[in-house]
């Protein structure tokens, strides 16, 4: 192999790339074709983690502020709300956006998911910001060339508001539940393979899911809450659990949640503990355990509006009111203890969906 920096052993100058921030590897990758084939290798990213030079990272669709109408008649009155992604390295407090999708370069897809998987943002769904019409389209964007491309389409009917997992280790989304065009609560579950480009069909779910929340660890897909079409809006407190090794549904719980309340703030981790914010608590439970409390939520946090979990903290963002610029609280599992979190002005706009990964 060709020597990556003059006069530096290789394995010297691979320490000096493991220290690159995240943003600077599409430039790192244009260098040369060996630094490219380092960066671009699973090793690589091993190597970062393991020496503690992994940046732990969330990306939102992050609503735009301050946005207003031209026009001097309509001077004072506000633009339609239109998302961006955005994200903050959470280790050093670093915030920014990432490029548009060039086919929605207006705004994000209302509604849309976001998901990981290994390196890649997956965005699935949503409407679209112009016309509101559903869209099953899905784009990645790769964090190590930092361009975008066109995945193949969700198939089957046109759904919106379904519940999200990502397997990030093994590239794999799931999407569950949601409606159709016509407001008709879905059972069906599809899965994504990133790198193949390719959907499949699970069997279905025992209920229909509309609204519903998901979440991957330990082989399987969790599924909760929702509603079914009759229901309208009155949240069922079940969960049910798909096992991928044996390729069945395989566990139903029918009062998982303890309360029939939207699922948008349960989450979980790689070790099978779940978090949700019930009330203002924040409760805590492995599989088929009981909930308990381990924390209040902070005094200016009112009904959370997104939450995310990773490396033993609990990420709440949220406002005290519905119009109040947004906060991020960072909740210490282990010490149980908060930490505000500083976003600038410009970040801190109504958070629509979440997602977390180390780069």
Same mark, same amino acid.
């Given at each position: 192999?060709?020597?990556?920096?003059?006069s530096?052993?290789?394995?010297?100058?691979?320490?000096?790339?493991?220290?690159?921030?995240?943003q600077?590897?599409?430039?790192?990758?244009?260098?040369?074709?060996?630094?490219?084939?380092?960066?671009?290798?699973?090793?690589?990213?091993?190597?970062?983690?393991?020496?503690?030079?992994?940046?732990?990272t969330?990306?939102?669709?992050?609503?735009?502020?301050?946005?207003?109408?031209?026009g001097?008649?309509?001077?004072?009155?506000?633009?339609?709300?239109?998302?961006?992604?955005?994200?903050?390295?959470?280790?050093?407090?670093?915030?920014?956006?990432?490029?548009?999708?060039?086919?929605?370069? /207006?705004?994000?897809?209302m509604? $849309?998911?976001?998901?990981v998987? @290994?390196?890649?943002l997956? &965005?699935? *769904? %949503?409407? =679209?910001?112009e016309?509101?019409r559903?869209?099953?389209?899905v784009?990645?964007?790769?964090?190590?060339?930092?361009?975008?491309r066109?995945g193949?389409?969700?198939?089957?009917? /046109?759904?919106?508001?379904?519940g $999200?997992a990502?397997?990030?280790? @093994?590239?794999?989304?799931? &999407?569950? *539940? %949601?409606? =159709?065009?016509e407001?008709?609560?879905?059972?069906?579950?599809?899965g994504?393979?990133?790198?193949?480009?390719d959907?499949?069909?699970l069997?279905?779910?025992?209920?229909?899911r509309?609204?519903?929340n998901?979440?991957?660890h330990?082989?399987?897909?969790?599924?909760?809450?929702?509603?079914?079409?009759e229901a309208?809006?009155?949240?069922?407190?079940?969960?049910?659990?798909?096992?991928?090794?044996?390729?069945?549904?395989?566990?139903?719980?029918?009062?998982?949640?303890?309360?029939k309340?939207?699922?948008?703030?349960?989450v979980?981790?790689?070790?099978?503990?779940?978090?949700?914010?019930?009330?203002?608590?924040?409760?805590?439970?492995?599989?088929?355990a009981?909930?308990?409390?381990?924390?209040?939520l902070?005094?200016?946090?009112?009904?959370?509006?997104?939450v995310?979990?990773?490396?033993?903290?609990l990420?709440?963002?949220?406002?005290?009111?519905?119009?109040?610029?947004?906060?991020?609280?960072?909740?210490?599992?282990?010490?149980?203890?908060?930490?505000?979190?500083?976003?600038?002005?410009?970040?801190?706009?109504?958070?629509?969906?979440?997602?977390?990964?180390?780069?």
């Amino acid at each position: 192999m060709a020597q990556l920096i003059p006069s530096l052993p290789n394995d010297i100058a691979t320490e000096c790339l493991i220290r690159l921030p995240f943003q600077h590897f599409p430039a790192a990758t244009l260098a040369c074709e060996g630094w490219k084939l380092e960066i671009e290798s699973p090793e690589f990213f091993q190597s970062r983690k393991v020496a503690g030079y992994s940046q732990p990272t969330i990306v939102m669709a992050l609503a735009r502020v301050g946005e207003e109408t031209g026009g001097s008649s309509q001077k004072n009155l506000r633009s339609p709300t239109t998302y961006r992604l955005a994200f903050c390295d959470l280790k050093t407090g670093t915030w920014g956006e990432l490029q548009p999708i060039p086919e929605f370069s /207006k705004g994000l897809p209302m509604f $849309c998911r976001l998901a990981v998987a @290994g390196l890649n943002l997956v &965005v699935i *769904g %949503g409407w =679209d910001p112009e016309t509101c019409r559903v869209s099953n389209a899905v784009f990645i964007y790769s964090f190590v060339s930092a361009t975008w491309r066109r995945g193949d389409d969700m198939p089957g009917v /046109k759904r919106s508001l379904f519940g $999200c997992a990502s397997d990030i280790n @093994g590239n794999k989304v799931y &999407v569950a *539940g %949601g409606h =159709d065009e016509e407001k008709n609560a879905l059972t069906s579950v599809l899965g994504y393979d990133v790198a193949k480009d390719d959907w499949i069909k699970l069997p279905d779910m025992a209920r229909e899911r509309d609204e519903c929340n998901a979440v991957f660890h330990s082989g399987k897909i969790h599924v909760f809450g929702g509603y079914s079409t009759e229901a309208q809006g009155v949240f069922d407190a079940s969960s049910e659990a798909f096992d991928l090794g044996e390729w069945r549904w395989v566990q139903m719980q029918e009062n998982f949640l303890g309360t029939k309340m939207s699922a948008r703030t349960c989450v979980a981790d790689g070790n099978g503990r779940f978090c949700i914010c019930q009330g203002s608590e924040v409760m805590v439970a492995y599989e088929e355990a009981e909930w308990r409390r381990v924390a209040e939520l902070p005094v200016d946090m009112g009904v959370p509006a997104c939450v995310m979990m990773g490396q033993n903290k609990l990420l709440v963002i949220g406002s005290g009111k519905s119009d109040d610029p947004h906060m991020f609280f960072e909740l210490d599992l282990e010490r149980c203890t908060w930490t505000m979190l500083e976003a600038p002005k410009q970040h801190s706009g109504h958070v629509q969906s979440i997602c977390f990964l180390e780069i």
